[in-house]
């Protein structure tokens, strides 16, 4: 069974900061790799994705892809209070289908 | 939540009673899911449908039944609810498919329905 693991957290950082998520997945054969981001009582939203082994820059957020060790992180530079929420890894399973890790919570403490 | 909406949004059951939730879309997207969230699980997929009558299962499918008669509208039922079955149902929705394209299986989801059965 294709699987995807995070570490549960929490993970608490301080304000200003850089908080690093990490994620691991089974199967080799996934190209797609995503990161979600969900605050407390509201649904997941895309805030990263990447499809080639390597760093992917978007503002204060950088998604790093390594398919050899299977292995894909999200960094986020100057961590803000506003950044604590549930960070979801997502890996294409297939063709048409997502498969989620089961979140890591983050705290970023003023 | 924009062009995706689930109802009901909060419901209260009791065991072996029907229930069905629905996810309406206005965005035209081909690629329709329903996921559920329970604490130290994350999002298992339950069902997904890739057209109008075409549906595939998820990895948590038992116990649930989809429907796509229309484009914008994609079911999820119960037949006979269980207190496992207690949880947060999320509907996603994709416009396409893809092996490493860029832009390819990107979900927006709806606000979720939570469901507690009893």
């Known amino acids: 069974q294709k699987e995807v693991e995070q570490n549960s957290g929490p993970l608490s950082v301080p304000e200003g900061a850089i908080a690093s998520l990490n994620c691991t997945y089974s199967?080799?054969?996934?190209?797609?790799f995503f990161w979600y981001r969900q605050y407390s009582g509201k649904s997941p939203e895309l805030i990263m994705s990447?499809?080639?082994?390597g760093d992917k820059e978007d503002g204060r957020f950088t998604a790093q892809l390594n398919k050899a060790s299977q292995y894909v992180s999200l960094l986020i530079r100057d961590s803000q209070p506003s950044d604590s929420a549930t960070y979801l890894c997502?890996?294409?399973?297939?063709?048409?289908?997502?498969?989620f890790g089961p979140g890591t919570s983050l705290s970023v403490i003023p | 939540d924009a062009g995706i909406t689930q109802s009901p949004r909060h419901k209260v059951t009791e065991t072996g009673t029907p229930v069905t939730l629905r996810c309406h879309q206005t965005?035209?997207?081909?690629?329709m899911y329903w996921y559920r969230q329970d604490p130290g699980h994350g999002l298992r997929l339950i069902h997904y449908s890739y057209g109008v009558k075409d549906t595939d299962k998820g990895e948590v499918s038992d116990g649930y039944s989809v429907s796509r008669s229309k484009t914008e509208d994609f079911l999820l039922t119960l037949e006979s609810a269980t207190s496992s079955q207690t949880s947060v149902y999320f509907c996603?929705?994709?416009?396409?498919?893809?092996?490493?394209?860029?832009?390819?299986?990107?979900?927006?989801f709806g606000a979720g329905s939570r469901l507690t059965v009893l």
């Open positions: 996603a929705i994709s416009p396409k498919p893809g092996q490493g394209v860029s832009g390819a299986n990107v979900l927006t």
């Open positions: 965005e035209n997207h081909r690629y």
């Open positions: 997502a890996v294409q399973a297939s063709y048409d289908k997502v498969i």
């Open positions: 199967d080799r054969g996934s190209q797609s």
């Open positions: 990447i499809y080639s082994n």
